[in-house]
């Protein structure tokens, strides 16, 4: 079986982790580990998950990495990234989301 794929062979969407954060006084805001410097907020909870997929989207059209290479960063699993310090002291205080992935398709060349 392929990864991301369910039995059978049907894709799985991809999905990236989120942190959502919220202040007493602030919108709700998100965040991903991994994707640096991509973040959002929403007034509610179900508008910032909108706008979490929403922005995948949009930053995956123009991503470049910190090297200047070209491509998507590969999610991580939940268990990767809580082997990571950063993402642990970030995840303090934080709801930790699943946010699916939606490509947009490119054009045929």
Known sequence: MRPNSFPGGVAAMPHYIALIHKDADSCYGVSFPDWPGVITAGETIDEAMQRAAEVLSFAAADWEN??????????????????????????????IAAVPFRAKAEAAE
Request: net charge negative.
């Open 66 to 95: 910190r090297d200047g290479t070209r491509g998507i960063p590969r999610s991580r699993t939940i268990h990767e990234l809580r082997d990571d310090p950063g993402f642990r002291d970030d995840a303090v205080d934080a709801v």
